[in-house]
């Protein structure tokens, strides 16, 4: 069965959304929900016309009131709820300078540097990226021990300017193999051979670096501070969830993304802010809630997109389902459908409910004399 695609605003093609509070399955807030839906849909019934004058066919009224009969079928289930996000790249990072003098190049906004590679140029003189977590914060050389020296070798066994058999990439330690490697990237640069790593000739970012602002300019006075900022490479959707919700959102839960344009593709949660903030101007406390597309090539270029986000809470396969409309909400509390027997008969039939498929209009219900293909009463047309 195909899920119905959420819809959002802002989203060309796509109809009205306001996303940002989705309803709540699970708790007391859903039986809420369902209690609103049951006074429309069920009370009114149950007060108007306790059962049908007998007719077993759609459109029949009783006592002025309209019914329709619908079955019970057997079918899989999925509770989602939908909000919005913005579809843009992961991580942020910024550039810190260590070096004294004049910038002398500088990247575009949009440009990939990858390891190995110029970030910039002071003096002419090239600052390489390396991949490593550890901020640069001091001069290497032969001897020294850290975590610095470790993303060192790693990056310098990667980039092949070091054989793994000679220069243990998880070593911490700086070895003559280091300085080696490290001569033979420089070579490849163009500075001076040392053999040793000046603090400045090196930034550390955890990936590829995709530039989106450079905040100096070519022919200014470089001094320590940021020179430019980036993210990785890699895709994702973030959302500003309502503080509320926070609970119905969890790491790994399935997903389904509705780009601009309306096609959509599948994607996981990744990470669930745990820090509640109210933005600025706003009133709601919000959590971010970072989402990665499955299909990263699928989503294309895009950044700060709006899009449309169905998060899956539960699918249940094999489920005996009956419209919502067609709850009847019991005095003595609990819930019961109409059932109209092959001879005309109407009875109440208790029940228990499950998941709502808000995308099909449909509820899981259980009950000891339920079964697929009974006849139930639904609101008529």
């Known amino acids: 069965m195909n899920a119905v695609a959420p819809q959002a605003s802002g989203v ?16 007391r807030r859903r039986a809420a929900a369902v209690g609103a839906v049951v006074v429309v849909a069920g009370v009114v019934l149950a007060l108007v016309r306790p059962f049908s004058n007998g007719s077993n066919s ?40 260590q070096e004294q003098g004049v910038c002398t190049w500088l990247p575009s906004v949009g440009q990939v540097v990858a390891q190995g590679h110029v970030l910039y140029r002071v003096d ?36 092949g300017y070091a054989a793994p058999s000679l220069l243990d990439p998880k070593s911490d330690y700086f070895s003559a193999e280091t300085a080696y490697g490290l001569s033979l990237l420089q070579e490849h640069l163009g500075v001076t051979q040392t053999g040793s790593l000046a603090l400045g000739q090196a930034v550390f970012l955890p990936s590829v ?17 940021p020179v430019l900022t980036a993210t990785s490479l890699a895709r994702q959707v973030t959302v500003a969830l309502d503080a509320a919700y926070q609970s119905d959102v969890a790491v790994g839960d399935k997903v389904t993304i509705v780009l601009p344009g309306g096609k ?26 970072h989402i990665a597309p499955l299909h990263p090539a699928v989503t ?43 001879a005309g008969t109407h009875h ?4 228990s409910v499950g998941v709502f498929d808000d995308a099909l209009g449909l509820v899981q219900v259980t009950g000891a004399d339920l079964a697929v293909g009974q006849r139930v009463v639904v609101p008529g047309p």
């Open 58 to 97: 759609g459109g029949v009224t009783d006592n002025g009131y309209p019914i329709s009969l619908t079955r019970v079928t057997m079918q899989t289930l999925t509770s989602q709820f939908n909000v919005n996000g913005n579809l843009g790249y992961a991580r942020s990072y910024s550039v810190t300078n």
């Open 124 to 159: 002419q003189s090239p600052v390489v990226l390396l991949y490593g977590r550890v901020p640069a914060y001091r001069a290497l050389s032969e001897g020294m021990i850290g975590a610095d020296v470790g993303q060192l070798n790693r990056a310098l066994v990667a980039l």
């Open 209 to 225: 670096a995709r530039i989106t602002s450079v905040l100096v300019t070519v022919g200014a006075a470089a001094s320590p501070g």
């Open 300 to 342: 294309g270029t895009l950044d700060q997109a709006p899009v449309a986000v169905s998060i899956t809470k539960g699918v249940v396969k094999n489920a005996l389902a009956v419209p919502v409309s067609a709850l009847l909400a019991q005095p003595s509390g609990g819930f019961s459908v109409e059932e109209v027997t092959a």
């Open 264 to 289: 959509s593709t599948p994607g996981r949660v990744a990470s669930v802010g745990k820090v509640a903030v109210t933005p600025a101007g706003g009133s709601t406390p919000t959590v971010t809630v």
């Open 12 to 27: 060309k093609g796509l109809g009205n959304y306001d996303g940002q509070r989705p309803p709540r399955h699970r708790n």
């Open 348 to 351: 109440l039939v208790p029940v």
